[in-house]
């Protein structure tokens, strides 16, 4: 993966565990080993009075933060010459069956982006703050539409979210000197690849508009937690007055190496809401 004027794709060039096809495959797993305890019986309970119900002694899931946010994870991706790799974006719900992400997370052997069912597996988990979490959403990826005009896709839900508010698109230019938030799943090192356990976030001001993307500077310091970094792409830049709802203005492409200075550019989704809304109405 390039870093400067890099594409924060999901690509890892310079093979990150690549499995060989034609030879023994690569699995990674948590594995907890151990023998069972013996649990002893609960004593009756005193005359008058009765066991709690366990299901009561749950914790409820959170209110999630945020819960249009999309994290995207692969690892079966196929490599030029034989074996697959791992990858992640990010991402944002903007329909009940529908996330809008970069056009790049979607490509064929030689980086070309593609559209129709994708090669490899592509899970979405939506509504979460953190990998470990209660709650949330997992679906794949069964479509995929790509913007004729700057680096966004559309990709379809094999299973609609429907208890989140998805984000709304933004209808107009944005101007210089806006705020917007970022969040995101990217990984914490130019690096050192993989997404992150938890959502990422950060806040930036436009700098430049041009016709399909914008350019957009850090509020205060840059670090890996509070800017794009590899596999943030396609997280959403947006507005939000509740930190519940929002309205996307624009998404993660490309940027300087994390976490050093200078402008990100980023995919207007005004210039195509309206093309997104014919894709997933």
């Given at each position: 993966?390039?870093?400067?004027?890099e594409?924060?794709?999901?690509?890892?060039?310079?093979?990150?565990?690549?499995?060989v096809?034609?030879?023994?495959?690569?699995a990674?797993?948590?594995?907890?080993?151990?023998?069972?305890?013996?649990v002893?019986a609960?004593a009756?309970?005193p005359?008058?009075?009765?066991l709690?119900?366990?299901?009561?002694?749950?914790?409820?899931?959170?209110?999630p933060i945020l819960p249009?946010?999309a994290k995207?994870t692969?690892d079966?991706?196929?490599?030029?010459?034989?074996g697959?790799?791992?990858?992640?974006?990010s991402g944002?719900?903007?329909a009940?069956?529908w996330?809008?992400?970069?056009g790049?997370c979607?490509?064929?052997?030689?980086?070309?982006?593609?559209?129709?069912?994708?090669?490899?597996t592509?899970?979405?988990?939506?509504g979460k703050?953190k990998?470990s979490d209660?709650?949330?959403?997992?679906?794949?990826v069964?479509?995929v539409?790509?913007?004729p005009v700057?680096?966004l896709?559309v990709?379809?839900?094999?299973a609609?979210?429907?208890?989140?508010?998805?984000?709304?698109l933004?209808d107009?230019?944005p101007?210089?000197g806006e705020?917007?938030?970022?969040?995101?799943w990217?990984s914490h090192s130019a690096?050192?690849l993989g997404?992150?356990?938890?959502?990422?976030?950060?806040?930036?001001?436009?700098?430049?508009?041009?016709?399909?993307?914008?350019?957009?500077l850090?509020?205060?310091?840059?670090t890996?937690e509070n800017?794009p970094?590899?596999?943030?792409?396609g997280?959403?830049?947006?507005?939000?007055?509740?930190d519940?709802?929002?309205r996307?203005?624009?998404?993660?492409n490309t940027?300087?190496?994390?976490?050093q200075?200078?402008?990100e550019?980023?995919?207007r989704v005004?210039?195509?809401a309206?093309?997104?809304?014919e894709?997933?109405?």
């Open positions: 993966m390039r870093r400067t004027s594409r924060r794709r999901l690509f890892r060039p310079g093979a990150t565990a690549v499995a096809l034609a030879g023994a495959g690569v990674f797993a948590h594995t907890a080993l151990g023998a069972a305890a013996t002893p609960l009756a309970p005359t008058g009075h009765s709690p119900d366990p299901a009561a002694r749950e914790p409820a899931p959170p209110d249009f946010n995207l692969s079966d991706i196929p490599v030029a010459g034989g697959v790799r791992s990858g992640a974006c944002s719900l903007v009940p069956r996330v809008v992400t970069a790049h979607f490509h064929d052997l030689a980086d070309n982006r593609v559209g129709g069912r994708p090669r490899y592509m899970t979405v988990t939506v703050l990998d209660p709650g949330g959403h997992t679906a794949e069964v479509d539409r790509q913007s700057n680096d896709a990709a379809e839900l094999s609609p979210v429907d208890d989140v508010v998805p984000v709304a933004a107009t230019r101007s210089v705020e917007l938030q970022f969040a995101g990217g690096t050192v997404p992150s356990d938890h959502l990422k976030r950060g806040r930036f001001t436009v700098s430049r508009v041009d016709r399909a993307t914008l350019e957009a850090p509020v205060g310091t840059r890996v800017g970094c590899p596999e943030d792409s997280g959403p830049f947006f507005v939000s007055d509740d519940r709802t929002g996307l203005v624009a998404i993660v940027g300087p190496p994390c976490p200075p200078g402008p550019t980023i995919a005004d210039v195509v309206a093309w997104i809304r894709q997933i109405g």
